[in-house]
Structures are given as structure tokens and as C-alpha cells.
């Protein structure tokens, strides 16, 4: 009979010890993604920031499965906050860069406009 109590209260403490466990695995897959991010997010493509978005939302529905602690809470947050101000750094970057190409458009569209009114 002790032999079954103590065999209970191992299952019982693994059990409750996985669950634990559990709320922690999507915060750790979010700072593992913002650690990727953050080493990389300047060598990214399209298809990787899509990717990324992907994960990311993948872990947040992953997340909305856990009550967490006001200290989690935070952490979350802080993470969240780092990879926001990633993913708007990139954005800023391809929407300056678009900027930047539909100004040598627009000049080039003028420059071939005053060329063929010059040839007739």
C-alpha cells in the first residue's frame, strides 16, 4: 500500500508539475522567436516576415489557452513590444524604400513625358 501512495503522489506531482509547465511553453516560444527575430530581422525576406507572422500567431492562440500571472502578464508584454517594434522597423524600411522607387518612377515617367513632347 505505500508503495501505491508513493507511486500516486509521483503521478500526481508530474501531473501537476506538466501543467505548470505547460503556461510556460508559449512564453518561451515567444522569446525564443523574438531572439530570432532580433538577431536577423534585417536579413529577412517577404516570405520569412510572413513565416514569422504565421509562428507569431500560431503562439498567441497558443497563449490565449493559459491564465498567466501578473509577472508573466509583463514578460508577454515586453516581448510582444520587442517584436512589434521589429516588425515596424521592417515596415518603415519597405515603405521607405517604396517611397524611394516611386520617386525614381515618377521621375523617369517625367523625363520620357518631356521627351517625346521634345520630338514632335
Known sequence: MKKFNVLLAAIAFSLGFSSCENSKTPIGELSSLVERVEDKYDEFTEDDWD?????????????????????????????????????TKNAVKDFSKQLEDLGKQIEGGVEGFFEELKED
Request: no cysteine.
Open 51 to 87: 513565416k514569422i507572422a504565421s509562428e507569431y500567431e500560431r503562439i498567441e492562440e497558443e497563449m490565449s489557452k493559459y491564465e498567466f500571472t501578473d509577472e508573466e502578464l509583463k514578460e508577454i508584454g515586453k516581448l510582444k513590444g520587442r517584436i512589434y517594434a521589429k516588425m
